[in-house]
């Protein structure tokens, strides 16, 4: 069975400060993996993709299947990323299971 | 138009009540999906439809009914619900339905059983 796990309901960091979101995965098969972000009044929307091996608004994400890891950085947190995150797993069976989620507060 | 619609965006109903959610997305996606997303929780996925055939049925019960009347549209029918069915319903569509597909989400029902 899958599972995605995140380890931190709330994490506060002062702004300037590094961040990172933990996301550790649980698959038998070859993981595809995601982070999705919701800011506030805002629509969930897809932050990054494994696969895309891509830097948005700042984050990078690398998956390290030795961990069973996906955690989410940025080198220097902005009041803006104050948000709820959730690291996703799709399986091949087109389904798409969500971590329990991290929001994130950055302190001015 | 890249926004998924949801409507209504509030909805308060009885137990007794049958009311529908609906959905719509013109980017051309073949495949929808329904979530269920209980306060402080994550989403849930309920149901998916690939190319208008429903693919992925997650154990719903029955008073859950979804629909698919063409690729654009998608529907949850409610009827008979129970208070802790209480929740806010995410619909979000996808281009295909290979695994590193991108989902689009809209911004959901907020559904009240009284």
């Known amino acids: 069975a899958q599972r995605v796990t995140q380890p931190e309901k709330l994490l506060s960091v002062f702004k300037g400060a590094p961040v990172e979101l933990k996301c550790n995965y649980s698959y038998s098969g070859s993981p595809e993996l995601f982070w999705y972000v919701q800011y506030s009044r805002q629509r969930l929307q897809l932050l990054l993709r494994h696969i895309s091996r891509e830097s948005i608004k700042g984050f990078t994400a690398d998956l390290n299947k030795g961990e069973t890891s996906f955690h989410l950085k940025k080198p220097f947190a902005q009041e803006e990323d104050s948000a709820m995150y959730y690291c996703a797993l799709r399986t091949g069976a087109n389904n798409l299971f969500f971590g329990t989620g991290t929001r994130l507060t950055v302190i001015p | 138009d890249t926004e998924v619609t949801q409507t209504p965006k509030h909805l308060v109903m009885g137990m007794t009540n049958k009311k529908s959610l609906k959905c719509e997305q013109h980017?051309?996606?073949?495949?929808m999906y329904w979530y269920k997303q209980k306060a402080k929780k994550p989403p849930e996925l309920m149901f998916v439809?690939?190319?208008?055939?429903?693919?992925i049925n997650e154990s719903v019960p029955s008073r859950f009914s979804p629909e698919c009347p063409n690729s654009s549209l998608l529907n949850l029918h409610l009827h008979a619900l129970q208070p802790e069915d209480s929740a806010l319903y995410l619909c979000a569509s996808s281009q295909g339905i290979g695994t590193d597909e991108k989902l689009f989400f809209g911004s959901g029902t907020q559904l009240s059983v009284l």
């Open positions: 439809y690939s190319y208008e055939k429903l693919s």
């Open positions: 980017m051309g996606h073949r495949a």
